[in-house]
């Protein structure tokens, strides 16, 4: 005998797991300092700028170490303005007040295609690394 009534129970639940699955996945990090900067509130108000820009000149990602390593392989740090392909034709334009630089950093990765992770370097502090896909 079918039981519906059990399908009404657990259909809630399903949905859920499914709703959180990801979100709170993006660049997940034990790092008290990082996770702290990257759920911190931020004001972005930029147009058709080019990732070099928005990482170097914008206050919301100033003090993070971020790095982008093209398809050629050469790491590029965020000081630095010369991007290679397709990440150096990404032009990007934001307009968003009180969200988190987890929210903008997740919404850039999808929008221009793009990988991100932390990763922790010899001697070094840990760095935001993008990567084309």
Partial sequence: MKKPW??????PFLFMGCATTGKDDFLKTDDPAWRA??????????????LAALFCQTPAFADLDIM?????????????A??????????????QAGVTRREVLRQLAHDGS???R???????????IITAR
């Fill in 68 to 80: 982008v390593l093209p398809r050629n392989g050469v790491a590029v740090a965020n000081e630095d």
């Fill in 114 to 116: 793009l990988r991100m």
């Fill in 37 to 50: 900067r990257l759920d911190e509130k931020v004001d972005i108000d930029v147009d058709n700028v080019d």
């Fill in 82 to 95: 010369a991007f290679d392909d397709p990440v150096e034709k990404l032009r990007v334009t934001l307009h």
């Fill in 6 to 11: 059990l399908l009404l129970i657990v259909l």
């Fill in 118 to 128: 932390l990763a922790a370097r010899t001697g070094q502090p840990m760095a935001l």
